[in-house]
């Protein structure tokens, strides 16, 4: 399990639904305008838990939710957010005049997509992608894979991921 394109990866232990959001609240914190980030892994792993830390972490101090029905939910902290959801998607045609264009390349935003190998063609090459795993044998345990390609923010966000979880060392991604 790797972040394919990315040029580095961070591999991180939850341990409960509260470590993941205080990841996405830290991951929040290197986030800008523009940014993109991907979150892929299997229903109920924590993609929303994950997406309500970085929204909370962008300084919206409102009740989220997931947007499964609504595809689109948006939040107005220190930026504005978008929150995605591709999960009923079957095709990336039918994305179409839904001004995903726009969501996918924010200008004074940033756009967080759950499902995001639904429309995988539509992401841009430089998003984020956030990897969340099982971890067997602990119910309550995640693996989460962070992989990036700047390298301005990821010593930055390594040192306040390790405050907080278990961290590994900044890694080219495995390419097996
Ligand atoms: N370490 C963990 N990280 C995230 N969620 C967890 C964790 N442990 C248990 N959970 C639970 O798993 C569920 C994740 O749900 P959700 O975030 O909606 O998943 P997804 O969006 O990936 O379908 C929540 O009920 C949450 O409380
Ligand atoms: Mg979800």
């Known amino acids: 399990m790797y972040a394919e394109s990315s040029t580095w990866q961070i591999i991180l232990r939850s341990r409960s639904a509260r470590d993941t959001e205080a990841i996405g609240e830290r991951l929040a914190e290197v986030l800008q305008a523009g940014d993109v980030v991907a979150l892929h892994g299997p229903l109920g792993v924590g993609k929303t838990c ?31 957010i978008y929150h995605v959801d591709l999960y009923r998607v079957r095709d990336v045609r039918e ?15 940033v756009t967080l997509v759950e499902w995001p190998e639904r429309a995988q063609e539509m992401l841009p090459p430089q998003a984020l992608t956030v990897r969340l795993d099982w971890v067997e044998g602990a119910s309550q345990d995640r693996w989460i894979i962070i992989g990036g390609h700047g390298a301005d923010q990821r010593e930055v966000l390594r040192r306040r991921l390790k405050e907080i979880c278990w961290c590994s060392p900044l890694t080219p991604p495995d390419p097996t």
């Open 95 to 109: 994305l179409e005049g839904l001004g995903f264009t726009e969501l996918m390349w924010p200008e004074d935003a």
């Open 50 to 80: 994950m997406a309500r830390g970085i929204v909370r972490g962008l300084g919206f101090a409102g009740y989220v939710t997931s947007p499964s029905f609504t595809m689109v939910n948006e939040y107005q902290g220190r930026l504005k």
